[in-house]
């Protein structure tokens, strides 16, 4: 009877050690913040967010900057892609936004006018961040030179 109650005891011990263990095969990626501290400097940065993504154990933190882009809107992007060309960054293919990619960086870089842009959120995983993101962008949509406002969002890859 003993032997068969300390049998129950192992089995239990086990599975909350497995249960509690389940976090250490999360990996979580992130963007270099000195490439953040770069794109700041591409325009005045109206506000900062991230943009989550969680999958098979793996954690996204995407950076998002609006950059007031000082112009109209079609011209605003197209500035912020040229001086992300300059600092070479190169197109990576047609889409329905700019995507961006640099041989020298592991990151890619998404370019985007404020007005067509979408609100950046963590499919529910994390409600708080979704919430305060809608907020964001609503308010941000009815300020003054809205329409010369740019989105980047900055992916980490792995």
Known sequence: MVARGG???GVALA???VSAC???????????????AELRTLGRVVAETTDEWYYDGEHDIAVVLILDGG??????????????????????????????ESAHRPETIYV????????????????K???????????LRLERGAAGYVVLKVEPNR
């Open 112 to 127: 985007e006018p404020f007005s067509s842009a979408m609100k950046p959120s963590s499919d529910g995983f994390n409600p």
């Open 71 to 100: 112009s109209a809107e079609g011209d605003a992007s197209g500035q912020v892609v040229e001086a992300l060309e300059r600092r070479g960054w190169k197109d990576s293919g047609p889409t329905g936004f700019v995507s961006m």
């Open 7 to 9: 049998r129950w005891i």
């Open 129 to 139: 961040l979704d919430s305060a993101n809608e907020a964001l962008f609503d308010r």
């Open 15 to 17: 599975m909350v050690l």
């Open 22 to 36: 389940s976090g250490l095969w999360t990996s979580t990626a992130r963007v270099d913040p000195g490439l953040v």
